[in-house]
């Protein structure tokens, strides 16, 4: 059985930095095409992909965030980390963790960690 | 970065209805064009995949078509289980971008 899960935590302030772990197991990031990326969701608004990370860690970002992002792995741990820095309350949303397959489609979600920026 | 334009916005529908959902991309992505449904706090479904390939899970009533910069998204006889909202994204190119969403009520 495949499962992503999210962890970090729930409340931060403006300007500070966000830490979330991707905790992944029932597959290998090692698998070509294969990547685990991050996609928000501000409340009732669309979803907006973030990052991407593949085995041989090559990295993408979302262009409009890329300065404030950044993925990391760790393959032995089966994580995925992704740090974003000077949170301001327009990122307050529900950040999700998910596998992409070959071809660009995401297969697998956690279930999600809402995050609220706040003083 | 390619923009996706989904239509309607939202929609009502009975059960057993046939309904489609548009998706145009502001270029061409192939076939390179998938579909999510997404339930009141839980996370995306993948329901399609490259357009028209259907997700392993996923009843059969649920069909993509089309390539280029238009695909639809139907659903042969609509469940009660079907309200959902909807979403494409393109997998064609960085970033990855997602419609705005079409929320399905099932009457």
């Known amino acids: 059985q495949i499962t992503l899960k999210e962890s970090g935590p729930t409340l931060v302030k403006p300007t500070q930095t966000l830490t979330l772990t991707c905790t992944f197991s029932?597959?290998?990031?090692?698998?070509?095409?294969?990547?685990v990326g991050w996609i928000r969701q501000p409340p009732g608004k669309a979803l907006e992909w973030l990052a991407l990370i593949y085995g041989d860690d090559d990295r993408r970002y979302s262009p409009s965030l890329k300065s404030r992002l950044t993925i990391t792995k760790d393959t032995s741990k089966n994580q995925v980390v992704l740090i974003m820095t000077n949170m301001d309350p327009m990122d307050t949303a529900t950040y999700y963790c998910t596998r992409r397959r070959a071809q660009g489609a995401f297969d697998i979600w956690g279930q999600g960690t809402m995050v609220t920026v706040s003083s | 970065d390619i923009q996706m334009t989904q239509s309607p916005s939202s929609l009502s529908a009975s059960v057993g209805d046939r309904v489609a959902i548009t998706c145009r991309a502001s270029q061409s992505i192939s076939t390179y064009l998938n579909w999510y449904q997404q339930k009141p706090g839980k996370a995306p479904n993948l329901l399609i995949y490259v357009a028209s390939s259907l997700q392993s899970g996923v009843p059969s009533r649920f069909s993509g078509s089309g390539s280029g910069r238009e695909f639809t998204l139907t659903i042969s006889s609509l469940q009660p289980e079907d309200s959902a909202t909807y979403y494409c994204?393109?997998?064609?190119?960085?970033?990855?971008?997602f419609g705005q969403g079409t929320k399905l009520e099932v009457k």
């Open positions: 994204q393109q997998s064609y190119s960085i970033p990855y971008t």
């Open positions: 029932g597959f290998s990031l090692t698998s070509s095409g294969v990547g």
